[in-house]
């Protein structure tokens, strides 16, 4: 009689245990195992609006808004992750981290707006978001267990600060801003935006830096640690390539650059000219110069599959092959209505 009783007391403990066990592993919190970069430098400079990650581009849709949606790297399987306007998207094997800007009209991704700009986290199916800072923010970039990103407020205006992941440890870096886009493992570039116009490297797990190159640099994109790309500051934003080993530097083009993307071996950039400006490509030696598209565009972004970028009059989105770029597309990937 003893044993009938105690065989099933025993399967239901087991099962509590069991039930708990899931629900813990289930709900506690995931960090990184190491320094995992969220998105692209060229990406992240150009508003972030597009972020690929284990085969999945994380995007604001312009169709519905800049709201957060997924979709596969071919442009396939579309879904909607939140309400939130998207922009400056990292994400990692468990979530995604944006700053949301739901007052922004649909032609601006840089003004900073209370409440409206906040920092913020949501697992990578979507679902309810994590307010991670809630002051004005913008160039997030997820650099292992940390965001680094530009933070704004009223007694300080705008200064680089970090904030760890699960939304802890949340503190000023540098009491000015430098654009802190560009990462390689625990390390980003910058250039420097007080005294000097040199490109920095940041290392994080020291919170040191140090200079690597001596110019007169913007927005600087690193390869590698000894590869760096950069808009010539002194030769008319030209864009050129820095090898920090050696110290030397060549001008990839003699055009003046109002914004670029890299991928692989190819620039994707906007020439500035008041007669014919145009969206180009070249290759990263200086050969294969193509112009894409007549106009001024912005916002470059690059995936696996598609070159995106928008028109900066109409604000019309367009698209064109990564690995043969040319013939351009309107981007148009609908939207999904969600029941309030």
């Given amino acids: 009689m003893k044993k009938k009783i105690i065989i099933p007391v025993v399967i239901l403990v087991v099962l509590i245990a069991s039930i708990s066990l899931f629900r813990h592993w289930h709900n506690r919190f995931h960090y990184n195992d190491n320094y995992v970069n969220g998105n ?5 400079y150009n508003g972030g609006l597009f972020c690929e990650s284990n085969g999945t581009v994380f995007f604001s849709n312009p169709d519905d808004k800049g709201r957060l949606y997924a979709m596969d790297a071919n442009g396939s399987n579309l879904r909607k992750l939140c309400g939130d306007t998207a922009m400056y ?3 990692d094997d468990h979530y995604i981290y944006y700053v949301r800007n739901n007052s922004r009209s649909d032609e601006d991704f840089s003004v900073f707006s209370y409440n409206n700009n906040s920092l913020c986290r949501i697992p990578r199916d979507g679902g309810d978001s994590v307010v991670l800072d809630e002051a004005p923010c913008i160039y997030a970039s997820l650099l292992g267990n940390y965001i680094y990103y530009l933070h704004y407020d009223d007694k300080q205006a ?65 390869e ?18 820095a090898n920090t080993s050696s110290g030397s530097s060549d001008i ?38 193509k112009e894409i598209a ?10 696996s599959y598609y ?20 013939e351009i597309h309107e981007f148009t990937p609908g939207m999904i209505i969600t029941k309030s």
């Fill in 40 to 44: 692209t430098a060229g990406n992240l």
């Fill in 89 to 91: 998207i990292n994400a």
């Fill in 158 to 222: 705008t200064t680089l600060y970090r904030v760890k992941i699960d939304g802890t440890e949340s503190a000023q870096v540098y009491p000015y801003y430098v654009f802190n886009c560009s990462t390689i493992g625990q390390y980003f570039y910058y250039n420097g935006t007080q005294k000097d116009s040199n490109i920095y490297q940041y290392d994080t797990a020291s919170q040191s830096s140090s200079v690597v190159f001596q110019c007169d640099a913007y927005k600087p994109i690193a």
């Fill in 224 to 241: 590698s640690t000894s590869s760096i790309y950069y808009m010539d500051v002194a030769n008319n934003y030209a864009l050129t390539h």
């Fill in 252 to 289: 990839v083009t003699n055009d003046s650059i109002d914004c670029y993307n890299l991928y692989g071996s190819t620039l994707i950039y906007q020439k500035y000219s008041e007669t014919d400006p145009a969206l180009c490509v070249i290759n990263t030696d200086g050969t294969g110069y």
């Fill in 294 to 303: 007549a106009g001024n565009y912005t916002n470059i972004c690059v995936t």
């Fill in 307 to 326: 070159i995106y970028f928008k028109d900066f009059k109409t604000g019309q989105t367009y698209y064109t092959s990564t690995s043969n770029p040319g």
